[in-house]
T-cell receptor, first 113, second 112 residues
Framework: GAGVSQSPSNKVTEKGKDVELRCDPISGHTALYWYRQSLGQGLEFLIYFQGNSAPDKSGLPSDRFSAERTGGSVSTLTIQRTQQEDSAVYLC???????????FGDGTRLSIL | GQQVMQIPQYQHVQEGEDFTTYCNSSTTLSNIQWYKQRPGGHPVFLIQLVKSGEVKKQKRLTFQFGEAKKNSSLHITATQTTDVGTYFCAGPDGGATNKLIFGTGTLLAVQP
């Protein structure tokens, strides 16, 4: 079956522009996570969706970052007024529940010029 | 908030040597998961431990969950170049949403 799909795989944009990153989780997975990973660093938690519950946004670094998950499936992460420090790989993961193994997408490599 | 630390941050070994990474949580974990991320890749789930003192083996990899369920270890016997990558532990943070949080990771380099 299909795994977690993320698009685009690469995104290069100018500082100040808005970007939208998309994540298509595995069908039936109720939990969806967004992480940010800078080169050689660990996984920085951004936001967590679980079913119909209010998302856990405690990891979003600023109000320029937002995410939504429509119909309990596809999720988009939006970064407004991008800054150079936003350059990183953005990883999405989905799972059957909060304590279940996570399945990661290949990520979106974001570069801000 | 809860923190999950791993040591060492980096380990360089000769092929054939053993390797161990340790994971320590500031709070008790209901379960612990381990992931491997190859260079340029994404994290891939390896195993989940649930019971206090649990030990599980996958070929040359041995995973252990501490008696107090606050620490865990991953031991690789006779490393191979295919073991290269970053190993992360992860566990639910026990908060309102019980989201999974990842440890700081250990990067393993294996010299042939």
């Amino acid at each position: 079956g299909a795994g977690v799909s993320q698009s685009p795989s690469n995104k290069v944009t100018e500082k100040g522009k808005d970007v939208e990153l998309r994540c298509d989780p595995i069908s039936g997975h109720t939990a969806l996570y967004w992480y940010r990973q800078s080169l050689g660093q660990g996984l920085e938690f951004l936001i967590y969706f679980q079913g119909n519950s209010a998302p856990d946004k405690s990891g979003l670094p600023s109000d320029r970052f937002s995410a939504e998950r429509t119909g309990g499936s596809v999720s988009t992460l939006t970064i407004q007024r991008t800054q150079q420090e936003d350059s990183a790989v953005y990883l999405c993961a989905s799972s059957l529940g909060y304590d279940q193994p996570q399945h990661f997408g290949d990520g979106t490599r974001l570069s801000i010029l | 908030g809860q923190q999950v630390m791993q040591i060492p941050q980096y380990q360089h070994v000769q092929e054939g040597e053993d390797f161990t990474t340790y994971c320590n949580s500031s709070t008790t974990l209901s379960n612990i998961q381990w992931y491997k991320q190859r260079p340029g890749g994404h994290p891939v789930f390896l195993i989940q431990l649930v019971k206090s003192g649990e030990v599980k083996k996958q070929k040359r990899l041995t995973f252990q969950f501490g008696e107090a369920k606050k620490n865990s270890s991953l031991h690789i016997t006779a490393t191979q170049t295919t073991d290269v990558g970053t190993y992360f532990c992860a566990g639910p943070d026990g908060g309102a949403t019980n989201k999974l949080i990842f440890g700081t990771g250990t990067l393993l380099a294996v010299q042939p």
